[in-house]
């Protein structure tokens, strides 16, 4: 097989969740360890730091494999879901895993992956962990997928769990409340590691210190510890004064990502980054830290980000997918100056989108469209409960035929949003990179 027919053969031969949703969510992790034997535990040969959360896990891991990077580490890196390509989910150094080895694994998989059936997300966990005790990383980013306790990467035994905040999300799997949500993802807390949380939730906290308690390990609030007391934003990125509780002056800190949520994310980067230094072997260079901090985005590859994509009309992309990440969007649209803003916007049919829905601007003009997955939320659909949200616009059958009418109705001083799903995130990027 080619790399194409490698893809096709993973996208359609083994249950894809951002496809079809439910039916591919294979909770527990008798699967992974099947594979895991199979290949020789790789996951056991490289030392990681695990990520959990509702929002910010991708930013977040994309700032620590960067600065480990900057410190002469040899990095892996895995997180999901991926934009535009398959290899983006794996990366060493920041450089996506080569089309070759995705083609090797997939053909010395196919008789265990018959006999075992992993889930798509499943398959390419394995790929990581092989991936990564091959080209002997000295350390590895690990992202859950969903949740934590039965999240296939669970079962790694990190240096450093993180987990970055919890609201809704994934609710018919995960629990429809913070503390059943928080339950789940507190599953990544292991015995003697300690763990990292961005934000302290009063709902949310308490389940945190007891699984810590539990595991006889400790739990780091990160905002009880830093907080950013200005920031400065400009077209290359963004300056935050981060204030550490008990002294005195505040340190810059600049990253090279948009998006002002960024400043829970840059909390909790640092206050992991100082964790690994005092309770791991890992050891960073403090001259290293904020020149790759600087650098992060470009240098791992992170896109899909509050994304400036042109100029005149300014058109911003962001992959904020739920009610907190969708409120942080809208009130980052309320700082920006234009003639009329246009939103494109699709969701997935299986989730709850009222929140985002109640969120979303009326003096917007939409482009209501739906991504080329079987999730996908009708577009018609969408638009008729959008309506019922004061939401007016009309609706495309794609998202490249959305993102060509807004460009055609737009003046030069208007803005352009595209978000609401991943999913149309990727395929704006991938219209954009055609281009």
């Given at each position: 097989m080619n790399y194409a027919e490698t893809i096709d053969y993973l996208f359609h031969s083994l249950p894809v969740f951002h496809h079809s949703g439910g039916t591919a969510y294979k909770p527990g992790l008798q699967t992974i360890r099947e594979l895991s034997a199979f290949y020789g535990h790789p996951h056991t040969r490289f030392p990681a730091i695990h990520i959990a959360g509702t929002?910010?896990?991708?930013?977040?891991?994309?700032?620590?494999?960067?600065?480990?990077?900057?410190?002469?580490?040899?990095?892996?890196?895995?997180?999901?879901?991926?934009?535009?390509?398959?290899?983006?989910?794996?990366?060493?150094?920041?450089?996506?895993?080569?089309?070759q080895e995705v083609i090797d694994f997939v053909e010395k998989s196919k008789d265990i992956f018959t006999r075992v059936q992993p889930s798509f997300f499943e398959a390419a966990t394995a790929l990581a962990f092989d991936c990564f005790a091959r080209r002997k990383v000295d350390v590895a980013v690990i992202e859950t997928g969903m949740g934590g306790r039965l999240d296939a990467t669970n079962i790694i035994t990190p240096v450093l769990s993180v987990i970055t905040n919890i609201s809704a999300d994934h609710t018919q799997f995960l629990g429809d409340t913070p503390t059943a949500i928080a339950s789940e993802k507190a599953g990544i807390i292991k015995p003697g590691v300690p763990v990292v949380i961005g934000e302290t939730q009063p709902e949310t906290a308490p389940v945190f210190k007891a699984k810590a308690k539990e595991m006889k390990t400790f739990a780091i609030f990160a905002d009880q510890l830093a907080e950013v007391s200005r920031c400065l934003t400009t077209t290359e990125g963004q300056t935050f004064y981060i204030r550490q509780h008990g002294k005195e002056h505040p340190?810059?800190?600049?990253?090279?990502?948009?998006?002002?949520?960024?400043?829970?994310?840059?909390?909790?980067?640092?206050?992991?980054?100082?964790?690994?230094?005092?309770?791991?072997?890992?050891?960073?260079?403090?001259?290293?830290?904020?020149?790759?901090?600087?650098?992060?985005?470009?240098?791992?590859?992170?896109?899909?980000?509050?994304?400036?994509?042109?100029?005149?009309?300014?058109?911003?992309?962001?992959?904020?997918?739920?009610?907190?990440?969708?409120?942080?969007?809208?009130?980052?649209?309320?700082?920006?100056?234009?003639?009329?803003?246009?939103?494109?916007?699709?969701?997935?049919?299986?989730?709850?989108?009222?929140?985002?829905?109640?969120?979303?601007?009326?003096?917007?003009?939409?482009?209501?469209?739906?991504?080329?997955?079987?999730?996908?939320?009708?577009?018609?659909?969408?638009?008729?409960?959008?309506?019922?949200?004061?939401?007016?616009?009309?609706?495309?059958?794609?998202?490249?035929?959305?993102?060509?009418?807004?460009?055609?109705?737009?003046?030069?001083?208007?803005?352009?949003?595209?978000?609401?799903?991943?999913?149309?995130?990727?395929?704006?990027?991938?219209?954009?990179?055609?281009?």
């Open positions: 929002n910010g896990k991708g930013s977040i891991s994309h700032m620590l494999a960067a600065v480990l990077q900057g410190c002469g580490y040899t990095t892996g890196l895995f997180t999901s879901p991926h934009l535009t390509d398959f290899r983006e989910r794996i990366k060493v150094n920041g450089e996506w895993i080569s089309q340190i810059p800190v600049k990253i090279d990502l948009s998006g002002e949520y960024q400043q829970k994310n840059i909390i909790t980067a640092l206050i992991t980054l100082q964790a690994l230094k005092v309770h791991t072997g890992i050891r960073l260079k403090a001259d290293r830290i904020t020149p790759s901090l600087e650098h992060a985005a470009q240098t791992t590859g992170l896109h899909g980000r509050w994304e400036i994509l042109q100029q005149h009309p300014r058109v911003i992309c962001d992959s904020a997918h739920n009610t907190a990440g969708i409120s942080w969007v809208v009130r980052q649209l309320e700082h920006f100056a234009y003639r009329t803003l246009r939103i494109i916007t699709g969701f997935v049919s299986d989730k709850d989108i009222t929140g985002m829905l109640e969120l979303l601007p009326a003096c917007a003009v939409y482009y209501f469209t739906r991504a080329a997955i079987p999730r996908a939320l009708n577009e018609q659909t969408l638009e008729r409960q959008a309506q019922s949200y004061g939401l007016s616009g009309k609706s495309y059958a794609s998202v490249a035929t959305a993102l060509k009418a807004a460009l055609n109705d737009a003046d030069a001083d208007d803005l352009i949003f595209a978000g609401g799903s991943i999913f149309v995130v990727s395929e704006i990027l991938e219209t954009y990179s055609c281009l």
